[in-house]
């Protein structure tokens, strides 16, 4: 048996004297190596479980272990063996990009690092940027820096929380084309999204939580094949009848309904006939974890 | 502490310095600027009509006070406002996620302050002691005091920089707290002068040891023995510097 990379255990976190429950009870390891994605809608304790693992929070209780070495405890060597690329896009505005990185390298008691930072500063297409202050960077720069500034000490275990929100397509591209050659070398990925085809593409496992507790946990592959299998998606310009309204999904004029079968995906169609609702572009397709993801958060799962 | 927070903390310590330098004419520039007026201002006011300790012109006797006040308010507000900025920006986030012990911590914040104090100190000495030089009695009594007082003004700092979540708290740190026991610990005259009700309340002050260790060094006398100043602001020191690495220990306010 491996050591895992993380390991949560029984981790709860209340506040205002335990009137709010923010996490209760979250169990799951990571293996090195494993791609991770973690889901779960806003407040649902992404953040916070996150946060507890970097040391940026306490638990109320249970633990947390980065390659056996308790985040409390043993801090040190965990957070030695984590890079985390917060979900906040802060800076220190009196220092340029090498220097960020110089200084983030050295809390981590690396010295001479200047090999390492030209690599991430090119791989993360900001060798330009190496000597401007961190001011003059726009968003998506500064977002590529915070990443730099999570690997500088080369940390086996890697956790991005919602790296790509507000991110521009390139940025998305460089960041992952990056982070899978990590995870080939061997660094174990923990990424929290709000994208589902991210997570869908990149993670070999995946968790969802769901109002502090983990709702499902299985390989990717068996999550999308265990549920809802089949989609429906049409455009419409009418409104659905309400007995389909709970498993669609509607964006403007399409419309997205996931079936379990064909003789459900026969049920839909009829139904949509009976209330005359007129449809086109018809096209029956494989669900996705979007579909899975919104099915799981619905129901009592 | 191990190599890591030893590195780190050596590290921490050169971020914090290279922070203030590069705004240096903030920084150190404008506190050297307000010494200077009120040098001018004060001197030359009070200069034929005050003499202290018999025999020492006023100029003279308030170049030290105000290097050392100075040095004080500046050591303070070096620990203070980076890790209030920090706080609030957000970028403190770089610290809290390294593997650096509350040691490392508390060396670099302090150690930076001090740095800082001296630094404006050594300016404001620079400047001022053309217009009345104050002599020097005793070098070491001079840097005891200014390291140990900027060492407790720059702990001070760090438990303000903690507590504070906003800046406009910070401000009321500083302008009802710091100011008022700097400005009336004996900066600006003898506090032998006084009466006794305002001695006695001098006497509680530990800013007024700081500054009147301080300045014995220059002239060899002084309102008490630099001795009783050195255990009181060294007392001070200890108990301040046990209070902040507690509170860095327990993560008050920066680990929720």
């Known amino acids: 048996m491996q050591i895992p990379a993380i390991s949560f255990q029984n981790v709860s976190k209340t506040y205002r004297g335990g009137a709010v429950r923010a996490l209760d009870g979250v169990s799951f390891d990571i293996q090195p190596g494993e791609f991770f994605g973690l889901l779960g809608p806003n407040g649902a304790g992404k953040t916070t479980l996150i946060s507890i693992l970097a040391g940026l929070a306490k638990a109320s209780g249970g633990r947390v272990l980065v390659q056996s070495h308790d985040v409390v405890e043993d801090y040190a060597a965990a957070r030695k063996a984590l890079g985390i690329v917060p979900q906040e896009l802060v800076f220190d505005p009196f220092f340029t990009v090498r220097e960020a990185l110089k200084i983030q390298s050295g809390y981590f008691g690396v010295r001479n690092n200047d090999a390492w930072i030209d690599e991430l500063l090119s791989s993360l297409g900001l060798a330009d940027k190496a000597n401007a202050n961190m001011r003059q960077l726009s968003g998506g720069m500064k977002r590529r820096v915070l990443v730099a500034q999570a690997?500088?000490?080369?940390?086996?275990?890697?956790?991005?929380?919602?790296?790509?929100?507000?991110?521009?397509?390139?940025?998305?591209?460089?960041?992952?084309?990056?982070?899978?050659?990590?995870?080939?070398?061997?660094?174990?990925?923990?990424?929290?999204?709000?994208?589902?085809?991210?997570?869908?593409?990149?993670?070999?496992?995946?968790?969802?939580?769901k109002l502090g507790k983990i709702v499902a946990l299985d390989r990717t592959s068996q999550l999308l094949a265990g549920k809802a299998s089949t989609m429906l998606r049409f455009k419409t310009d009418s409104a659905l009848p309400l007995s389909l309204a709970a498993q669609s999904r509607v964006t403007g004029r399409i419309a997205q309904i996931t079936a379990h079968d064909a003789a459900e995906v026969e049920t839909i169609l009829a139904t949509l006939r009976a209330a005359a609702v007129p449809i086109e572009d018809l096209e029956i397709g494989r669900a996705d974890l979007e579909d899975v993801f919104l099915e799981i958060m619905n129901g009592a799962a | 502490m191990n190599g890591i927070s030893l590195q780190g903390a050596r590290t921490l310590f050169y971020k914090e310095v290279l922070r203030f330098w590069k705004v240096s004419f903030q920084t150190v520039g404008a506190p050297v600027l307000t010494a200077v007026l009120y040098l001018l201002v004060f001197g030359h006011t009070l200069e034929n009509h005050v003499k202290v300790y018999g025999s020492v012109g006023y100029t003279a006797f308030l170049i030290p006070g105000l290097v050392m006040m100075s040095v004080l308010q500046n050591a303070f507000a070096n620990a203070s406002s980076s890790l209030i900025q920090s706080k609030i920006t957000g970028n403190l986030v770089f610290l809290l996620?390294?593997?650096?012990?509350?040691?490392?911590?508390?060396?670099?914040?302090?150690?930076?302050?001090?740095?800082?104090?001296?630094?404006?100190?050594?300016?404001?000495?620079?400047?001022?002691?053309?217009?009345?030089?104050?002599?020097?009695?005793?070098?070491?009594?001079?840097?005891?005091?200014?390291?140990?007082?900027?060492?407790?003004?720059?702990?001070?700092?760090?438990?303000?920089?903690?507590?504070?979540?906003?800046?406009?708290?910070?401000?009321?740190?500083?302008?009802?707290?710091?100011?008022?026991?700097?400005?009336?610990?004996?900066?600006?005259?003898?506090?032998?002068?006084?009466?006794?009700?305002?001695?006695?309340?001098?006497?509680?002050?530990?800013?007024?040891?700081?500054?009147?260790?301080?300045?014995?060094?220059?002239?060899?006398?002084?309102?008490?023995?630099?001795?009783?100043?050195?255990?009181?602001?060294?007392a001070a020191f200890i108990a301040v510097s046990a209070i902040a690495l507690e509170l860095l220990r327990r993560g008050y306010k920066i680990r929720h």
């Open chain 2, 97 to 234: 996620v390294a593997p650096l012990s509350h040691w490392a911590w508390f060396v670099a914040y302090v150690g930076a302050a001090i740095v800082r104090g001296l630094a404006v100190g050594l300016g404001v000495a620079v400047v001022t002691m053309w217009f009345a030089p104050p002599g020097m009695d005793n070098l070491v009594w001079v840097l005891v005091f200014a390291v140990l007082g900027s060492g407790l003004m720059g702990a001070l700092g760090l438990i303000a920089g903690l507590w504070a979540e906003k800046f406009d708290q910070m401000a009321a740190f500083q302008n009802f707290i710091i100011m008022p026991m700097t400005f009336l610990s004996g900066v600006f005259y003898s506090v032998g002068s006084l009466p006794p009700l305002w001695l006695a309340v001098s006497h509680a002050n530990p800013f007024f040891y700081m500054i009147d260790g301080f300045r014995h060094g220059f002239f060899g006398v002084s309102d008490v023995s630099p001795w009783i100043s050195l255990g009181v602001v060294g």
């Open chain 1, 151 to 209: 690997l500088v000490h080369r940390p086996p275990v890697i956790v991005l929380d919602e790296p790509t929100a507000g991110v521009d397509v390139e940025l998305r591209q460089t960041l992952w084309q990056f982070v899978a050659r990590l995870n080939r070398e061997g660094h174990a990925v923990l990424l929290t999204t709000h994208y589902l085809e991210e997570a869908e593409a990149l993670c070999s496992r995946i968790a969802m939580l």
